[in-house]
């Protein structure tokens, strides 16, 4: 597991967390280290970014490089197979309800259940050590936000469960049964919070404008409160020094926000990635991001 690099890259919708994610695995690999990229975002970014179709479960891309893109469905579909029957053999004891509306209720009703599940699954992935690198692709950040917070939640609701079960009819075994099963989940919920913490290197995407740059310091704040600490700051669609004075203008813009960044984030190495006239599609555009990313 300690030979495992795992990147996480977070920010908000459309600056640029996909196109990092995919260059950073296509660099990673290119230099000798299998690496999979992981996306749960549920529209298939990832094969529109490495121009592929067709189904994507750790599918070899070029040598050496995978990629995975797990939607809503496949999530709830792999905590269903690794939690459900066991958590719905202790429930169905004393709960009269059928198997797929269990689901379907356990699923949606407690909060960040797919998320932990995520965590979790990125970090079996780091534990099995069959890829040098894990590279995951993030939903856009509300959800991404909640998921930090998710595990922590989850364990919180947890707590309140002892209390809520100790009131139904139930017998002393069964408590038991349930009491192992939400041991169970505080026990994981605890591993993926020191997994996020211990094992993973948070990249931060933001793009040059004032409502992006604003939001940083709110992903910082919640990621401190939750003992998260950001790796580096990631500057994306910066706008060259050019003749054309639109784009001059545009230059001279964006530089505020950049050096409020670096004013306020000392510590944090912040890597600029140019804004290329086209969008970063296809192996060679994803090479030139991948070659600032990983420099
Ligand atoms: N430096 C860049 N120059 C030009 N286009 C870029 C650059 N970075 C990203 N793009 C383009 O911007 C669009 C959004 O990028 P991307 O999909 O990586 O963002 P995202 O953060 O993953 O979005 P979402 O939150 O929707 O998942 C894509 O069309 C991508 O090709
Ligand atoms: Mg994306």
Redesign the pocket.
């Known amino acids: 597991m300690s030979n495992v690099g795992v990147h996480v890259f977070l920010?908000?919708?459309?600056?640029?967390?996909?196109?990092?994610s995919a260059a950073t695995a296509l660099y990673l690999a290119e230099r000798g280290e299998p690496s999979l990229a992981i996306s749960t975002?549920p529209?298939p970014?990832l094969s529109h970014?490495f121009e592929i179709s067709g189904e994507h479960r750790e599918r070899e891309i070029r040598p050496g490089l995978f990629a995975t893109e797990f939607g809503l469905a496949d999530v709830r579909g792999m905590w269903d197979e690794q939690f459900g029957r066991e958590v719905y053999a202790v429930f169905s004891t004393f709960v009269d309800i059928d198997y797929r509306t269990f689901v379907d209720y356990t699923t949606s009703v407690l909060p960040g259940l797919n998320e932990e599940f995520m965590v979790d699954y990125i970090r079996r992935l780091a534990l099995e050590g069959r890829f040098r690198h894990v590279v995951w692709?993030t939903?856009?950040l509300g959800q991404t936000l909640a998921l930090l917070g998710m595990p922590q939640l989850l364990a919180g609701h947890l707590r309140m469960a002892p209390r809520i079960y100790s009131k139904l009819r139930t017998t002393g075994e069964q408590r038991q049964s349930v009491m192992a099963v939400i041991e169970g989940w505080q026990r994981l919920a605890a591993d993926c919070m020191d997994f996020l913490r211990e094992r993973v290197r948070l990249s931060l995407?933001t793009i040059p404008e004032a409502l992006s740059v604003l939001q940083v310091d709110g992903v910082m704040e919640e990621l401190d409160r939750h003992g998260l600490a950001v790796g580096r700051l990631i500057v994306?669609?910066v706008v060259q020094v050019t003749d054309s004075p639109f784009l001059a203008e545009k230059a001279a813009g964006q530089q505020p926000h950049l050096a409020r960044l670096r004013e306020r984030y000392p510590a944090i190495p912040v890597v600029e990635?140019?804004?290329?006239?086209?969008?970063?599609?296809g192996l060679d555009r994803l090479r030139a991001?991948g070659q600032r990313l990983v420099a």
């Open positions: 920010g908000k919708g459309g600056v640029g967390k996909t196109t990092c975002d529209t970014s970014i692709d939903a856009p995407v994306n669609n990635i140019p804004l290329f006239p086209r969008e970063v599609r991001v």
